[in-house]
């Protein structure tokens, strides 16, 4: 089998690889941030952030921008270890503790709201909007419980060398909306 449809190889190479291009690009986030194109952006009044792990990208360079049309900004959070993400409000001076997988994540008295827009980290994306994850399922299984309730535009946030030309995708994957790169912003569909 090529480690193109062999998600756990595929899982290696693209972990490997994405360490090398965050020690290549330490400011990947901020150039990524120049490419995203607000006045493309479906409407919104709450978004989503993540907590940079290891080599992935740090959306931090999102935060003001996304939220210049006075939108609530937004941390996931794992209660539990096989459940959908939470989200909770967030501010950039607040502390922050470890949630159920050891994550910062806003504190339990903050309010749990639902984003209409999510930025997602990506081991590895498509331009027909396939995302690889860590290969827990947490943000397939989010991105489906927030999908069922109400429309959100998901946007995967990676390093331009992190794309593949297609993806094993299985019936639960979660497709993006659009993809976000240090070199450009790709709309899909």
Do not use: C
Not at 38 to 59: C, K, M, T
Not at 164 to 172: C, I, T
Request: aromatic content about 8%.
């Amino acid at each position: 089998m090529s480690d193109l449809f062999d998600k756990p190889a595929l899982r290696t190479r693209l972990r490997a690889l994405r360490r090398t291009l965050a020690a290549e690009n330490p400011e990947a986030g901020a150039q990524a941030a120049m490419w995203l194109p607000l006045d493309r952006l479906p409407r919104y009044r709450v978004y989503a952030l993540y907590h940079p792990r290891g080599s992935e990208i740090d959306p931090a360079p999102l935060f003001r921008p996304l939220g210049m049309n006075g939108a609530a900004p937004t941390l996931p959070v794992a209660v539990d270890r096989d459940g959908p993400l939470q989200f909770r409000l967030w501010s950039d001076r607040m502390p922050l503790e470890p949630d159920a997988f050891g994550v910062p994540a806003p504190q339990p008295v903050m309010p749990a709201m639902t984003p209409e827009l999510v930025i997602a980290p990506v081991l590895g994306f498509d331009r027909r909007g396939g995302r690889l994850g860590q290969g827990g399922g947490h943000y397939d299984r989010t991105l489906a419980n927030l999908r069922a309730r109400a429309p959100v535009f998901v946007i995967g946030l990676a390093f331009s060398g992190q794309e593949v030309s297609e993806l094993p995708l299985e019936p639960h994957d979660q497709r993006l909306d659009a993809i976000l790169t240090e070199t450009e912003y790709i709309e899909v569909g």
